[in-house]
């Protein structure tokens, strides 16, 4: 069975502050693991993916996470935070790669 | 090339009527799959589809069914509106590239 737990549905950070969104999973075989960004009344847009290889990913608009197998952890982290920033943020795990199974979401603002 | 397109966009329905979401990808992907999407809890996957004539259930299958006729098109029917119904409805396509998603912009359903 897959899950993602995100923990704080709601996170509010100054502008140029660390982001620190956190991603916990539970999977009964190898995950891929990605981060969606979803901005007001738009579609999901992947900004980054972990499925084998280095455990550190990087993705677009500066943002990394950092996939840690003993803490079936995935964190998402940029170190400067941009008021263009301000979005939802889902975590999701996949068996497959192609079927997806989402984190309730994380609202990120961003404060000037 | 319009990725993944989504008609309508906004739909209200009666209790009891029946309607069908269109969702169309030019991409050539194999995979396409629904979600929904409700406020608190991220978004859930209904149905998926592995390529054309082949489908199957999701986290919330129940009261939505789905077809796969062609690999351009994957069409979420409604046999009998429900208010636990109204949603937005996300419709994603994907090749093998693990993640590499591509969402459309969403219909938004409203059951009264």
């Known amino acids: 069975a897959q899950s993602v737990t995100q923990l704080g549905s709601h996170v509010s950070v100054s502008e140029g502050a660390l982001v620190l969104l956190r991603c916990n999973y539970s999977?009964?075989?190898?995950?891929?693991l990605f981060w969606y960004v979803q901005y007001p009344n738009q579609g999901l847009q992947l900004l980054l993916k972990?499925?084998?290889?280095?455990?550190l990913v990087k993705g677009i608009n500066g943002f990394e996470a950092e996939f840690k197998k003993s803490e079936t952890s995935f964190h998402l982290t940029k170190p400067s935070a941009h008021m263009s920033d301000a979005a939802e943020y889902f975590c999701a795990v996949s068996p497959t790669g192609n079927q997806f199974y989402f984190g309730t979401g994380t609202s990120l603002t961003v404060i000037p | 090339n319009a990725g993944v397109t989504q008609t309508p966009k906004f739909q209200v329905l009666k209790t009891g009527q029946s309607m069908t979401l269109q969702c169309a990808q030019d991409?050539?992907?194999?995979?396409m799959s629904w979600y929904r999407q409700d406020p608190g809890m991220g978004l859930r996957l209904i149905h998926y589809s592995v390529g054309a004539g082949i489908t199957d259930q999701g986290e919330v299958p129940n009261g939505y069914n789905v077809s796969r006729s062609t690999t351009e098109d994957f069409p979420l029917r409604l046999l009998s509106a429900a208010p636990s119904q109204t949603s937005v409805y996300f419709c994603?396509?994907?090749?093998?590239?693990?993640?590499?998603?591509?969402f459309g912009q969403g219909t938004r359903l409203t059951v009264v």
């Open positions: 991409m050539n992907h194999e995979y």
């Open positions: 972990y499925t084998t290889g280095a455990t």
């Open positions: 999977s009964s075989v190898p995950p891929y």
């Open positions: 994603a396509s994907s090749y093998m590239d693990p993640g590499r998603a591509f």
